[in-house]
């Protein structure tokens, strides 16, 4: 099963079938109509004006909304889907949150909705950025980066990294676990709700709750990018995001792509995923929203 992302799209008659959103009020919040298209495929079409139902946001609309699609396709049997993200998305709702939302939907129909070794989902996310001089920035920090020296050296006699790695290794032993950390760190910082912060972090209400889900057993675990983004969504300082990392079992290092990317934006107190995910879009790297699922899915950028 694959999983294509693309900021563009040419010709859309290979699909068999279009899910994209309506805020035009004409359908139901969260309910789905399936249409023909002049290009001979098919379209559902997801009511998603938020003003009809105060009770429930965007994410919960995208969900049921979702489950009813894959139902549909279930019966009508397709291998090749558009999802039009771009379609989808609100002031209130990062793109890459609502990815995150969709991928998880298409890993829970794989085998009953998508059967076909060749199926394949197309999603079309347009990440944009507000300040387009970010990204030369970013670009002339990772220049002086590439052109600077690291001491990679460990272990040597007078190495100062010896007693700072064995420091590192006994403040993991004595850490709190990570949803314990984070619902305390969530609360230092003066949330009031946590939909402030997995918004703010471009992350869907589903993966934060598995995070501080005390009824999992053994806690789940994050994926790294996850991290990163929950990093940026409480704007944690260079310290604070280390130690983040650290109690996450990952490390904030200087040599991994992302970990470039997550520690100039920190460093320039940039905090807006959206220019983040722009920048990650950019080079060719999923957004931080974007979680795969290794052992089914696998997710290609074009």
């Known amino acids: 099963m694959r999983i294509i992302m693309t900021e563009k799209l040419q010709d859309i008659s290979e699909f068999d079938l279009i899910l994209m959103g309506d ?28 003003c009809l139902d ?29 999802i039009d993200a ?24 794989i085998g009953h909705s998508f059967n076909s070794e060749n199926s ?53 032993e004595s850490e709190k676990p990570f949803r314990v950390y984070l619902i305390d760190l969530i609360n230092s910082k003066g949330y009031k709700k946590f939909s402030e912060v997995y918004k703010a972090s471009g992350i869907s209400k589903y993966t934060f709750s598995k995070i501080i889900n005390f009824n999992i057993n053994p806690p789940h675990k994050p994926s790294k990018e996850t991290v990163a983004a929950l990093a940026i969504g409480l704007k944690l300082d260079i310290n604070e995001a280390q130690k983040f990392y650290n109690v996450a079992g990952y490390f904030l290092g200087t040599t991994e792509f992302i ?31 974007e979680r795969t699922r290794e052992e089914k899915i696998n997710i290609e950028i074009r």
């Open 54 to 82: 105060e009770n429930h946001d965007e994410e919960f609309a995208i969900m049921r909304a979702c489950e009813r699609a894959f139902e549909l396709i279930k019966e009508i049997k397709i291998s090749k889907l558009l």
């Open 120 to 172: 394949f989902v197309t999603i079309l996310a347009t990440y944009k950025s507000v300040n387009k001089a970010i990204v030369e920035r970013l670009e002339n920090c990772l220049n002086e980066q590439e052109n600077g020296s690291i001491n990679n050296s460990f272990g040597d006699e007078d190495d100062s990294l010896e007693p700072k790695f064995k420091g590192f290794v006994n403040q993991l």
């Open 23 to 50: 805020l035009s009020q004409a359908i139901s919040y969260g309910d789905i109509v399936l249409q023909k298209t002049p290009h001979n495929n098919r379209t559902i079409r997801i009511g998603f004006s938020p």
């Open 259 to 289: 970990d470039k990317v997550i520690r100039f934006f920190i460093n320039e107190s940039i905090y807006k995923i959206a220019e983040i995910n722009y920048c990650l879009n950019y080079y060719g790297y999923p957004a931080l929203g």
């Open 86 to 109: 771009n379609s989808l998305q609100t002031d209130s709702n990062e793109l890459s949150s609502i990815v995150n939302i969709l991928i998880d939907k298409i890993y829970d129909a």
